[in-house]
């Protein structure tokens, strides 16, 4: 090519460069305003709005409802940066006074920048379950600014990019915060109600049962379908409110999803109302879910079987009822301090025949209350009847400490039995003697 | 003749591009980000008046995620403790290198912002960590919240962490002796340092268990125990040690660390620990 059309071309590609470069560099605006004006507005709008509610804010703040329940906390902003605030993290329900601010970050932001009570969620040191060593309850306390909905400031949290949303609080939710903490004994069942509980479903045709277990560190609930075939089940953080529980995840019953339940004083229950007939109860029963027929080993003419109960591995076990700790206590209470009940072995069909031993520590010999076995076989229990106690030479008057923790075995309606799948300490399968009247239930291991 | 006149009307358009690059673009207005201060307290002014101003350097107690460590479960200082945890480190650390380096000793080297965080950092194996030096600039104290001025066990807790860092701030300035010092107990230094007691770490010539983390360690831990322990408990350390290898290898590593301040920064190391001990025991007291 010639020197002559080289520059020909350059001057062609310097024309056309010049002609291109002249086209509109503008770019098509999806937004009014820059980005830095959007946050601005948007920080504005925050700050303001944090502000409109005359009494305050309130959130129920799930931190991770796979593991941890719900922490209510109310807010109380003023323009001067300060913030009351409030929590039923615990029984200190009272209002404290601390710092907050709306930053511009990649987003807007609210974060509580001196130590407050949603800080109690945040704390390494202060861990419900060694699962969450150094992690506190998971808790955040700046969240991400992500608009308004009905009247509901919705953030998001700044770890792990959860939604939490800030309702308006009213007065009552001040006044009433204290009471959440009343409901949390509800929650966790007095001892006067009966052992079993369950969740119990309908569809508005169909019945479902869970059985029901509350871990109150956690505030975590657990229920497991307690039908062959039907494995479902539904876990849950919890809440409490002043009149009973808000849970997450909700719990979904023909598509309905159930979260709010209301206390009913006069049982102990928890109920959550959707239409059409749909329910959902955490209810107490004075049966066990599953009643099995393990009974029918310990009856006459069976091979021998020893249920022992030993105290230093089973009376902290999570099946020994708090009646039977009581019972146990107040018959220790009468010994001298190193002569405690140490054992109470069942020997069913043994070549003495069946009796309970009470073994003692510090050489208090041990007493034999003998007695023989039926059957309830409707309503699958072993009935216990007295037949004389001895302390191994002799015939003895019935031991009056005895008396009340003994009476729990020889109830005339008789005892459920169970051998459960877990074991404490040692391999020994555990058993569980449940009395069919009372809230008495004693955990066993296998002895033979 | 006709390639000058393509390179004249080339030359033209170059000519062209460069004026009407030059045309004047609109020239940036005010900013649009806040850059208003927010209205100083009284706790933000007392900071002024005995940090910012007197040592030039910043003290961080409201929460900023940038400063701290996002994967960890910390929070801020409750307020009222913030002021009560400064005058201690004022006290016991500025004013006693204050007094014996000189006014503008600590202002020369020194960190240039403390950051207060109100929890305990918790690590998953166990142990707590008190305190952090980033790159010399910055310091972050942990556990502000529990801070308490009757607990001389506390106080020296607290402390430590700050004596620690500032030891690691003078020797990024200037170096200490590392060949001497590695030379002293080569084979003690390990990783899981934490899976020794104090006691045992004593045993085999280090000062703590932490000690034996390594060098740099080794050095900042050695000065900071001289100068949180008076010179009585710093003897009875030594004293409760068995192995007499162990208390001369201890021995040596405090006489290059007086010697380092001695050289580096022409300083009396004793001097400075005998102050650090009256000014603790002036925060104990009153």
Redo the contacts between chains.
């Keep these: 090519m010639k020197?002559?059309n080289i520059?020909?071309y350059?001057?062609l590609i310097?024309?056309s460069l010049?002609i291109g470069s002249c086209s509109s560099t503008d770019a098509e605006q999806k937004f009014d305003q820059?980005p830095?004006?959007r946050l601005?507005a948007q920080?504005k709008e925050l700050s303001d709005v944090l502000l409109t509610s005359e009494h305050g804010w309130k959130a129920v703040y799930f931190t991770d409802n796979t593991v941890l329940g719900g922490y209510t906390h109310l807010f109380k902003f003023a323009a001067?940066?300060s913030v009351q605030m409030a929590s039923d993290f615990d029984s200190d329900t009272k209002t404290y006074k601390?710092?907050y601010?709306v930053q511009?970050?990649s987003t807007v932001s609210l974060?509580?920048?001196?130590?407050n009570r949603i800080?109690l969620l945040?704390?390494?040191?202060n861990y419900p379950i060694e699962l969450l060593?150094?992690?506190?309850y998971?808790?955040d306390?700046?969240f991400l600014y992500y608009g308004q909905e009905n009247g509901e400031i919705i953030f998001k949290t700044?770890?792990n990019v959860q939604e939490l949303r800030f309702v308006k609080a009213t007065a009552e939710d001040w006044n009433n915060l204290p009471k959440h903490t009343d409901m949390e004994k509800n929650v966790v069942g007095a001892d006067t109600r009966p052992l079993f509980r369950l969740l119990e479903t309908n569809d508005g045709t169909a019945k479902h049962q869970f059985d029901f277990s509350f871990t109150q560190v956690t505030r975590f609930a657990e229920a497991n379908s307690l039908e062959t075939g039907f494995a479902m089940s539904y876990d849950m953080g919890i809440a409490y409110t002043e009149n009973g529980i808000i849970v997450s995840p909700a719990v979904e019953v023909s598509k309905q999803k159930l979260s709010v339940f209301l206390y009913n004083a006069t049982d102990g229950s928890f109920t959550a109302t959707g239409t059409g007939g749909v329910t959902a109860t955490i209810k107490y029963s004075t049966k066990p879910l599953i009643i099995t027929e393990d009974y029918k080993t310990l009856l006459d003419g069976k091979p021998q079987m020893v249920l022992g109960y030993i105290a230093a591995n089973l009376y902290t076990a999570p099946t020994t009822s708090n009646l039977c700790k009581t019972l146990l206590d107040k018959a220790n209470a009468t010994l001298p301090a190193n002569q405690k009940i140490s054992r109470v072995q069942i020997f069913f069909n043994s070549i003495y025949g069946n009796y309970i031993e009470y073994r003692f520590g510090g050489g208090r010999p041990s007493v034999y209350h003998n007695f023989t076995t039926s059957e309830d076989a409707t309503n699958k229990t072993i009935i216990l009847t007295h037949d004389s106690w001895d302390n191994g030479t002799a015939y003895i008057q019935a031991p009056a400490f005895l008396k009340e923790l003994d009476d729990e075995f020889f109830n005339s309606k008789g005892l459920y039995i169970k051998k459960e799948s877990f074991t404490i300490t040692y391999s020994n399968p555990i058993w569980t003697i449940t009395s069919a009247t009372t809230n008495f239930r004693m955990t066993t291991y296998q002895l033979n | 003749m006709?390639?000058l006149k393509?390179?004249n009307?080339?030359g033209l358009?170059?000519l062209?591009?460069t004026l009407v690059s030059c045309g004047s673009d609109e020239q940036p207005g005010e900013s649009?980000?806040?850059y208003t201060q927010?209205?100083k307290t009284t706790l933000d002014n007392w900071i002024t008046t005995n940090y910012l101003n007197p040592y030039n350097i910043n003290v961080q107690?409201?929460?900023n995620?940038n400063t701290v460590d996002?994967n960890?479960?910390?929070?801020?200082?409750?307020?009222e403790?913030v002021q009560p945890a400064l005058e201690i480190v004022q006290k016991i650390w500025l004013d006693s290198y204050k007094t014996i380096g000189g006014t503008d000793f600590v202002k020369k080297v020194a960190p240039r912002e403390i950051v207060l965080v109100?929890?305990?950092?918790?690590?998953?194996v166990?142990t707590?960590t008190l305190g952090l030096a980033e790159g010399g600039q910055r310091v972050t104290l942990f556990e502000t919240?529990y801070v308490n001025k009757q607990n001389r066990a506390n106080i020296k807790e607290f402390l430590h962490t700050i004596q620690h860092e500032y030891i690691h701030i003078l020797n990024q300035n200037k170096p200490f002796d590392e060949k001497s010092w590695a030379a002293i107990t080569p084979a003690g230094y390990t990783a899981s340092w934490h899976l020794y007691t104090d006691e045992e770490s004593n045993e085999i010539g280090f000062i703590t268990n932490y000690s034996r983390m390594n060098i740099n360690e080794d050095f900042a831990e050695m000065a900071s125990m001289m100068l949180i322990n008076s010179k009585t408990e710093y003897a009875a350390i030594l004293n409760g040690i068995t192995s007499e290898t162990a208390v001369a290898n201890i021995k040596a590593k405090e006489a290059l660390v007086v010697k380092y301040f001695k050289d580096a920064y022409n300083m009396d190391f004793y001097a400075l620990r005998d102050e650090a001990e009256k000014n603790t025991n002036a925060v104990i007291n009153n």
């Design positions: 020197a002559k520059l020909r350059l001057v310097i024309i010049q820059t830095t004006e601005n920080k001067d940066g601390s710092e601010a511009t970050g974060v509580f920048t001196t130590k800080h945040s704390d390494s040191d060593r150094g992690k506190g998971l808790g306390f700046q700044n770890r | 006709k390639i393509y390179n009307i080339a358009f170059l062209l591009i649009q980000l806040d927010p209205e107690y409201k929460w995620q996002n960890r479960f910390l929070f801020p200082p409750s307020l403790k109100g929890g305990v950092n918790l690590n998953t166990g707590r919240d």
